[in-house]
């Protein structure tokens, strides 16, 4: 039989699809949706920034009592219109929210236009839970350090308490020292970055009054991340020179000199339209081994996707050799911004760990490839296993997401609560926007999730498809670049 030149070429065609398919099966999408829990949305209606945002943010847990604190109305150039909250005093059963007075003149009693970089704390010899921000006046680099205390159990919060107010600051972080046997017992340290350099400061009083800043002598660095060991130590894990941490001994008095965690090759995320960097993520157990993980593609060729990878320490001077977290052991994924926790009052084998992550497929004919994905995976064996890593929600086209002069972003940083035994990771949602604005919230898994337990169900998946090819982008440290982060 003769075939017309139209049939050959449509039989050409069939014959040449039907091949690939033969060599690249399809893996099934996870069957059902986890119920996601929205905590609380942008109510703002100022016209210089983007509503419909929420992004960034950062949790705590202690005892029954999760909260959780978030940048909401993110501006294009740097902050936000507001700090939100949202808090659990019942194991996560039900949510309370609501926005932080005297930040901004959006949230009334203020002078600062926009505010970014919320981080929680709980002090527990004064019962304080404390929100320190960096309050902006314009684009650019911070202007002010704020704390907002609540005495409640995280529900009422009191108008900030004022740090320093000065020009060049960025990237606040805040901890308490929440142990009974430390010789520091009630010292909170609240860190910030000044024009790139790294500064402590301390509060004896619940965050009413603060020290003179003190650091260790002209380091630079990003996002250094503070936790207290029982006997007082004082770790800071930050970006600077690859992953590196430095410590203090006596109550934040003094700062030793940094020890080097490990270098670390990071592929950025901005061939997809996404802002992201390599700044860890700090957690300690209750025996005061410090946990740090960040997204590196060190042990990728050719830094084709980022891994998830861990270190720890007992003494916050020498730390293991980074592990790899294997989050998807049969797909290749690039994850990054991962937010690392670890359940109160567990330890060592026994501690239960939770990292919530997003990750894009960028491997060639993956479906959805350039789309994001919210991922979660945790340990309940003190990260020694860890369960197959799951689909939280996604595909997220990236054009739902805020627009920054650095990429679309969920936030530079997320994390995870735990409570009744329960793993909370907390995270950026982005939704199909409507016409008038962003569709962008802060959002949990209702219930929450067993640490350690697979849910196939929920598993990464992907069906290899057509797809564009993504070039490959090294991406520097941050703090040497030009552009600040706000």
């Known amino acids: 039989m003769k075939l017309q030149r139209s049939s050959f070429a449509r039989w050409w065609a069939l014959a040449v699809l039907l091949g690939a398919l033969a060599f690249v099966p399809a893996v099934a999408q996870p069957a059902e949706s986890l119920p996601l829990l929205p905590l609380s949305s942008d109510p703002f209606t100022n016209p210089t920034s983007q509503h419909g945002t929420e992004v960034e943010p950062d949790a705590l847990s202690f005892g029954s009592t999760t909260v959780t604190a ?9 902050g936000s219109s507001d700090i939100g909250w949202a808090t659990s005093q019942d194991s996560g059963a039900t949510w309370s929210h609501g926005f932080l007075p005297g930040l901004t003149v959006h949230s009334g009693g203020a002078t600062y236009n926009r505010v970014s970089d919320p981080s929680v704390a709980y002090d527990a010899k004064h019962a304080a839970w404390l929100i320190i921000a960096l309050p902006l006046l314009q684009g650019g680099l911070g202007n002010a350090i704020t704390v907002n205390r609540s005495t409640d159990g995280g529900t009422v919060w009191d108008a900030p308490v004022f740090i320093t107010e000065t020009a060049g600051l960025d990237k606040t972080w805040l901890a308490c020292d929440n142990s009974a046997a430390s010789p520091f017992y009630g010292n909170c340290y609240a860190h910030w970055s000044v024009f790139g ?13 603060w020290d ?23 770790v800071v894990p930050y970006l600077g020179g690859g992953i590196a941490s430095f410590r203090s001994t006596d109550g934040g008095q003094s700062w030793e000199a940094p020890v080097q965690i490990a270098p670390s090759s990071y592929r950025g995320t901005f061939d997809i339209g996404l802002r992201s960097y390599n700044m860890p993520t700090v957690a300690i157990d209750a025996a005061g081994r410090v946990f740090a993980a960040w997204p590196a593609c060190d042990v990728e060729a050719g830094c084709e996707t980022n891994d ?38 567990t330890a060592g084998a026994s501690a239960h760990m939770g990292i919530m992550f997003y990750y894009y497929f960028n491997v060639p004919c993956a479906r959805d490839s350039g ?11 003190g990260g020694a296993t860890w369960a197959p890593a799951i689909t939280l929600a996604g595909p997220f086209n990236l054009e739902w997401l805020a627009l920054t002069n650095q990429g679309r972003m969920v936030g530079d940083y997320m994390d995870v609560g735990f409570a009744g035994g329960r793993a909370f990771p907390i995270f950026s949602l982005p939704r199909p926007p409507s016409v008038a604005q962003f569709d962008q919230v802060i959002a949990t898994v209702a219930g929450g999730l067993a640490p350690g337990v697979a849910l196939p169900e929920h598993a990464i998946s992907a069906e290899r498809v057509p797809c ?3 070039p490959l982008i090294s991406q520097p440290d941050p703090f040497a670049q030009p552009t600040p982060l706000r």
């Not at 260790?216 to 503070?226: E, I």
């Open 70 to 78: 978030f940048q909401v109305g993110r501006f294009y150039d740097g």
């Open 197 to 209: 350099n790294l500064v402590v400061s301390v509060s004896h009083d619940g965050g009413l009054s």
């Open 212 to 234: 003179q800043p003190r650091g260790p002598v002209n380091v630079s660095g990003l996002s250094g991340q503070p936790v207290v060991r029982p006997n007082g130590t004082v």
């Open 308 to 345: 998830l990878l861990m270190s720890w320490t007992d003494d916050g001077t020498i730390w293991s050799a980074p592990a790899r977290v294997v989050a998807s052991p049969q797909l290749t994924i690039s994850a990054v911004l991962p937010g690392l926790a670890i359940e109160p009052g």
């Open 371 to 381: 789309k994001l994905f919210a991922g979660f995976t945790s340990s309940a064996d």
């Open 468 to 470: 564009r090819y993504l």
